[in-house]
């Protein structure tokens, strides 16, 4: 089976609404995606960092449950493992603020020598760190050299300014990525549109591959070889929407391992594959919406 390698930040989230903690939970945006792969029957394994701290070792004991390799996993005197406190309004939607500290040199003792094709994930805070960028420009091309595909998520949670930094990383990512996935927030955040024609002209005409735009309940937007392709999801009654996104992902990664589509034949969907792939991923989305955790619930 093929590999499914992640990159991104791991933390203990702690969920309150209404003045009152509800409960603490492992996430972060990719380790979100790679959870429900890792329930669905996929190899995955994380690249990210932790601290030797009692929260460090929480995020071990919960990678090893869930069958998520850590031989990437770097754990560091030098680190405190990040913790985000997510705000629950009406709705199910969080607002976020972040306790963390990384060392000076981040990434900089990792050895990624991929032994085989996969799917590599990447995005969210840690994607955009300017700090990060040396070593994720080598593990990127590490994994474009063994025939990854590469899934781009920008997840942007913080404003940032049109001129900021932020933005030239994360074009030179969306730019490099053979599938991105973002929302309409991440995008107007970008470039001021979430019309993924508009999106498509400032990323590049032929880069990505297949470009995804969700907006919770509205229209999934997608962009393929040049055609446009729009699906409307079901109405479901949402329990909370952190984690929706990253499930998604999960579902477009599950139907291409699934159906054989890798980076060398991706260009070979069919506007069939397509629908499919957003009702694979809408499955995902939705029943993590309506379950408390982040990520699908385990088998059985």
């Not at 991105?180 to 979430?194: C, T």
Request: hydrophobic letters at 40%; aromatic letters at 8%; a negative charge.
């Amino acid at each position: 089976m093929p590999q499914v390698i992640g990159f991104g930040e791991v933390l203990l989230d702690i969920l309150a609404k209404d003045g009152k903690v509800m409960k603490a939970q492992v996430g972060g945006s990719v380790l979100n995606t790679l959870v429900s792969l890792a329930r669905s029957g996929y190899e995955t394994s994380i690249i990210s960092e932790v601290g030797p701290d009692a929260p460090g070792s929480i995020i071990i004991e919960f990678l090893t449950n869930e069958g998520i390799a850590q031989n990437l996993l770097s754990i560091s005197t030098e680190c405190q493992t990040a913790l985000a406190f997510a705000l629950l309004n009406a709705s199910g939607d969080a607002s976020y603020s972040f306790y963390k500290r990384y060392p000076v040199n981040r990434f900089a003792m990792l050895e990624f020598k991929p032994d085989r094709p996969g799917y590599f994930a990447f995005g969210s805070t840690l994607a955009l760190d300017e700090k990060v960028q040396t070593s994720l420009q080598v593990i990127l091309n590490k994994a474009e050299e063994k025939q990854f595909l590469i899934c781009y998520d920008p997840n942007i949670r913080q404003v940032i300014g049109s001129q900021s930094r932020q933005v030239d990383i994360a074009l030179s990512h969306l730019r490099r990525a053979d599938l991105v996935r973002g929302s309409h927030e991440d995008f107007e955040q970008l470039f001021g549109s979430s019309n993924i024609e508009s999106v498509s002209e400032k990323i590049d005409a032929k880069h990505p591959q297949l470009l995804i735009i969700t907006s919770a309940e509205h229209t999934i937007q997608l962009k393929f070889q040049n055609q446009n392709f729009y699906v409307d999801p079901p109405v479901i009654q949402v329990v909370n929407t952190i984690g929706a996104g990253d499930a998604f992902n999960a579902g477009v990664i599950a139907y291409l391992i699934d159906n054989g589509f890798t980076k060398s034949n991706l260009s070979t969907l069919t506007i069939d594959h397509l629908h499919l792939l957003c009702q694979k991923a809408i499955s995902f989305s939705s029943i993590v919406c309506q379950e408390s955790e982040s990520y699908l619930p385990r088998r059985g």
